[in-house]
Structure formats: C-alpha cells, structure tokens
C-alpha cells in the first residue's frame, strides 16, 4: 500500500512547537516520513491529525480527503495554476 504523504502545501514550520502548520507533523517527521513503512506513516497522520483541533483538522481532512483522491492537494493545484 503506499500512504500519500499529510502534507497539503502549507509548509511553514512553527518555530516554538516545532510543528508544521499545514499538516502539524515535526520537522522529524516530515525529513524521515519517506524511510517510514505502512504502519508507521499512517501512526504519523494519526498523531498529527491528534495534535489538530478545530478548523485546523477541518480544513486538513477536507485537503487531505482531496489529495488521498485526486494525487493533488487542491493548494497544490492553485500555486501551480497562479
């Protein structure tokens, strides 16, 4: 199985947790996500998915949901059609 990766294009890393804002993994996991298996990228979107609340998760799970279908996340799309 291959797990699309959480990022939705929203890659600023917030400086006091650590965290991305877009798709709220640590820098860590973000550098290692690509040596991680199966289970381990999906335990990742998991946790990310815990440390959102919100609109946050609202609007990652909408992008995300879109990017797991289409191969794109939809800010993807508008930065390369801008």
């Known amino acids: 199985m291959s797990i699309a990766s959480p ?6 890393t917030y400086p006091d947790t650590n965290l ?6 640590t820098t860590q996991e973000i550098k290692e996500w690509s040596k ?3 289970e381990e990228q999906l335990k990742v979107i998991e946790t990310s998915r815990n440390r959102m609340d919100g609109w946050q998760r ?13 191969g794109t996340s939809p800010l993807k799309k508008q930065k390369l059609q801008d």
Do not use: A
């Open 58 to 70: 609202k609007v990652f799970d909408k992008v995300y949901k879109e990017k797991v279908e289409t």
């Open 36 to 38: 991680y298996n199966d």
């Open 7 to 12: 990022c939705i294009n929203v890659c600023v």
């Open 20 to 25: 991305c804002y877009g798709c709220s993994r």
